[in-house]
């Protein structure tokens, strides 16, 4: 087998071991398409590890996050520096931080350039908010947060579908597309985030205020949906926004998640309603 053969099994082998959520309208997508969105969910899972470990200090995080966004904004990445930075700390981190270099050269060379661009943004802003440490007084505080960790991935995926085949979307809808996702994770994981003391609420909020903010989002991620025509595009979209859609509606009737029967049947009702 080829290198570059490998390297793409490996691609997807690494994207089911980190996302099932991700993993199954990715795997439905062509191969282009595949590569590049399965490239770019990689990078950004890569830094999310980072700024989400549990027993890390705080400024080793910022100075990682700092410098990955640094190296991303080069011209050419370069392996050895990040390999080099993070050397101390391997044994900290899964393979899907440690093989950056190895998703970014899976992705297309057309496109390679945006999302090693929003993953730099990206990192920045976490940066920001490990220095913060993750205090969220105001809706606007929360939008700022959401923003970077999730509006993000949706403007990227914008940027992939204008690059493959001229579609055209809105970035308001695309990052509220990726906040509703992120508010619904928020819900979802909020008493094990309690745990190790972080508190993702405006100050006055309650736990259905996030509820209508999830609910408000994901209206615009339905709004982003329409605006697209290509068919696996459309696939791909439709099936993370359901699968949070009826998440929310399992946690409201007292449920942690849904089960793995109720996601491959939301799955399969899309795609027999997409055939």
């Not at 490996?10 to 199954?24: A, E, G, Q």
């Not at 050895?80 to 899976?106: G, H, K, Q």
């Amino acid at each position: 087998m080829s290198k570059e053969k490998q390297l793409q099994k490996d691609t997807m082998r690494v994207l089911k071991d980190t996302s099932r959520t991700f993993y199954i309208p990715i795997s439905l997508l062509n191969h282009t398409l595949k590569m590049t969105v399965g490239s770019a969910y990689l990078c950004m899972r890569a830094i999310d590890e980072i700024e989400d470990h549990p027993s890390l200090e705080p400024e080793i995080k910022q100075e990682l996050l700092y410098s990955i966004s640094e190296l991303l904004n080069g011209i050419s990445f370069d392996e050895s520096a990040y390999e080099e930075l993070l050397r101390p700390y391997a044994a900290d981190f899964p393979e899907v931080t440690l093989r950056m270099s190895d998703w970014l050269s899976v992705c297309p060379e057309g496109i390679v350039d945006k999302v090693k661009e929003s993953t730099s943004i990206m990192a920045k802003g976490m940066t920001k908010w490990v220095k913060q440490d993750f205090v969220i007084q105001t809706k606007e505080d929360l939008d700022d947060y959401t923003y970077y960790v999730a509006g993000l991935v949706g403007v990227m995926l914008s940027d992939i579908w204008r690059w493959y085949d001229n579609t055209e979307t809105d970035y308001e809808l695309a990052i509220g597309y990726g906040r509703g996702l992120q508010a619904v994770n928020m819900l979802r994981n909020q008493d094990e985030d309690a745990e190790r003391g972080v508190r993702f609420l405006p100050e006055d909020w309650t736990r259905e205020d996030l509820f209508q903010y999830a609910e408000e989002n994901l209206e615009m991620a339905d709004q982003y949906i329409k605006s697209i025509k290509t068919k696996k595009i459309l696939l791909f979209c439709k099936i993370p926004s359901s699968l949070a859609k009826k998440t929310l509606h399992v946690m409201k009737n007292g449920e942690d998640k849904m089960s793995r029967k109720d996601v491959e049947s939301t799955v399969d009702e899309i795609l027999n309603n997409n055939i």
